[in-house]
């Protein structure tokens, strides 16, 4: 049986917090497939609209960017192993110097701190009129669309006149074929004796054949 590829908006609409309209928090369902619109087969490439690319050798230009007045804030899932919330701050701190962005935070959703809320407020001291909430999730899934939404909107009210936005998760990206095949070649050569353990499971001494 073969899977089709869904069609799924980018980005959440900018969004205001001084709109003084209560968020209404309804009953998660479970999405059905009425719910998107299904992307013909003859479409269902990397070249979807889900998916982003390179321009002239390099990475695809937009006319929009990241201003001084904005906030970035880093969102992932969070998680009980303090290892893996640690490797978010490191993620961001490599974001910050890469971009140059001067005002960007890491949250996470649930289980530990900083949660948005506080990524929200760090954000906005530091002088930000518009803070854009970029998930650190693989693919559209509840926690982007419902979770996230939400919890960025109850962090919101408690700065009225800051604007605010939900990015798309990464989704399809060339790049992350490289990343993939990258830690793929990387476990092998470890597990050869060619290499250390990553970042990603040092110490776990799970990389290994079973």
């Known amino acids: 049986m073969s899977i089709e590829l869904l069609s799924i908006p980018q980005t959440l609409t900018l969004k205001s917090s001084s709109v003084n309209e209560p968020v209404r928090k309804s009953a998660w369902r479970p999405l059905k497939s009425s ?23 390099g990475y695809k230009q937009f006319p929009n960017g990241v201003g001084a007045k904005d906030g970035v804030i880093i969102v992932d899932h969070g998680s009980r ?7 978010l701050n490191e993620f961001v701190a490599m974001f910050r110097d890469k971009t140059g962005y001067p005002i960007v935070e890491p949250a996470h959703m649930e289980l530990a701190e900083p949660s948005i809320r506080d990524a929200f ?20 899934g509840r926690h982007w669309y419902q979770d996230i939404p939400l919890l ?13 936005m939900v990015t798309a998760p990464l989704g399809l990206h ?21 290499a250390d353990e990553c970042a990603a499971c040092a110490g776990t001494s799970k990389c290994k054949l079973y």
């Open 121 to 140: 407020g760090l954000c906005v001291q530091s002088g930000a009129n518009r803070v854009i909430v970029s998930p650190f999730f693989l693919f559209p």
């Open 152 to 164: 960025t909107a109850d962090a919101a009210k408690e700065h009225p006149g800051v604007s605010y």
């Open 81 to 87: 192993r303090r290892e893996s919330n640690l490797m």
């Open 35 to 57: 719910d998107f619109q299904r992307v013909p087969p003859k479409s269902r490439n990397f070249s979807a609209r889900s998916s982003l690319s390179f321009e002239n050798g």
């Open 174 to 194: 060339e790049l992350l074929v490289d990343v993939v095949n990258d830690r793929i070649k990387h476990c092998l050569s470890h597990v050869a004796g060619d």
